[in-house]
């Protein structure tokens, strides 16, 4: 059986270990979703990763829903992200582009215009966002029209060929946390009537209508996708997430989807209840493909899930953030960095590139 310092095959590129750095909202770009200066040496610091999902980045100014993210529909912006990439490229590392769109998860003050934000439904969200005033309640939505709907696939389709101008290695599809496929793919968000509402199979159409575009510029095994079927993160649920999510895996594993990365529900931030574990765990049985597992993971926790089968590869997320060098740490079963959460979401270098690796300690 692997260990995390395994190298591991992921389509055709050869991955150096099994723990992955997965998403993680930084909220250090410019008010044009530019990356801002320091982004590429906080990445190249993290290139030790198996594999780095970079930031979810949306694929249109439509798609924003908190301030200062990056994005990758201009020019200006996948400029940006190709200095990333080619630095984290130098050190050996390898990265995919989360796409995103936020849907009803935004505030008209971060939209063009003062415009609403898009949803599968006009339900407003009890959620909050960042804006520039900090902390605000979601805005009422619109319900999108059906051509709103093509705008949007095709928005991720030019995204997707920005993300290879920009030099990624692969696309990791953002469908969980709440954000707009999620709203779209579970009943509580999506009460439409017409062939994007209604039965799983409707209600995972714009999942896998997306999925077909971005596979008109990317090979499928450079695609992968993150779903948190189980939690309720962003005030989202499904009546069947057992149901809905069996029959979107089989549709993925029927296009030859390269990974599913699944967010299981993490200590803090978004729990799963115990009925939720359990599904998660029929719904593995639905996906025979590379399974990346996430949330909570420590070391111990991570190797046990690629030792009995169950998982491929771990992301590890806040001890990314606090841990630049977290392979090598891992190895040598070091102490770890605490991560500092005041400064998760925006500001300077301060808790973004001034984590110590192991040598500097
Ligand atoms: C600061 C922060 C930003 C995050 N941003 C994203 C994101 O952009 N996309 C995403 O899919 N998940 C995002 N997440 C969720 C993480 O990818 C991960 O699921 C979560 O941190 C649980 O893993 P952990 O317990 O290893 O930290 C974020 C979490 C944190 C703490």
């Not at 529909?73 to 769109?101: E, M, N, P, R, S």
């Not at 949007?152 to 290879?164: R, S």
């Amino acid at each position: 059986m692997p260990t995390l310092f395994d190298s591991t095959q992921l389509g055709s590129l050869t991955l150096n270990n099994r723990i992955f750095m997965p998403p993680l909202t930084r909220c250090r770009a410019d008010t044009d979703g530019v990356q801002g200066e320091h982004a590429a040496e906080y990445y190249a610091q993290r290139a030790s990763a198996g594999l780095i999902i970079a930031e979810a980045t949306q694929v249109s100014a439509l798609g924003k829903g908190y301030i200062n993210t990056p994005g990758i529909y201009t020019q200006q912006q996948t400029t940006a992200w190709k200095t990333i990439t080619d630095t984290v490229h130098q050190k050996g590392g390898t990265i995919f582009c989360q796409l995103w769109h936020v849907g009803r998860i935004s505030h008209t003050s971060l939209l063009p215009a003062g415009k609403q934000p898009l949803a599968p439904s006009a339900i407003q969200a009890q959620a909050q966002t960042f804006t520039a005033n900090g902390p605000e309640n979601v805005s009422l939505p619109r319900a999108m029209t059906l051509e709103d709907i093509q705008t949007t696939i095709q928005d991720f389709k030019h995204a997707a060929q920005c993300a290879k101008d920009a030099g990624f290695d692969g696309i990791e599809i953002h469908a969980a946390n709440g954000y707009l496929i999620d709203q779209f793919i579970r009943d509580k968000t999506n009460q439409r009537d017409d062939q994007y509402g209604g039965s799983a199979e409707n209600r995972a159409r714009l999942l896998l209508e997306v999925f077909d575009a971005v596979n008109e510029i990317w090979p499928v095994e450079s695609i992968g996708v993150r779903f948190a079927p189980t939690i309720t993160f962003n005030d989202i649920e499904d009546s069947d997430p057992l149901g809905t999510f069996s029959y979107i895996y089989e549709q993925l594993h029927h296009r030859k989807a390269v990974y599913l990365h699944v967010c299981e529900g993490a200590a803090g931030i978004s729990e799963s209840s115990e009925e939720g574990k359990a599904i998660l765990k029929q719904l593995r049985k639905a996906w025979p493909g590379f399974y990346i597992v996430n949330g909570s993971y420590d070391l111990q926790g991570g190797q046990d899930v690629l030792t009995s089968g169950y998982a491929d590869a771990v992301s590890y997320g806040r001890p990314f953030i606090a841990n630049p060098d977290l392979p090598e740490r891992l190895k040598q079963n070091a102490k770890l960095n605490t991560p500092d959460p005041s400064s998760f979401y925006g500001g300077d270098t301060k808790g973004y590139t001034d984590y110590p690796a192991l040598e500097q300690v």
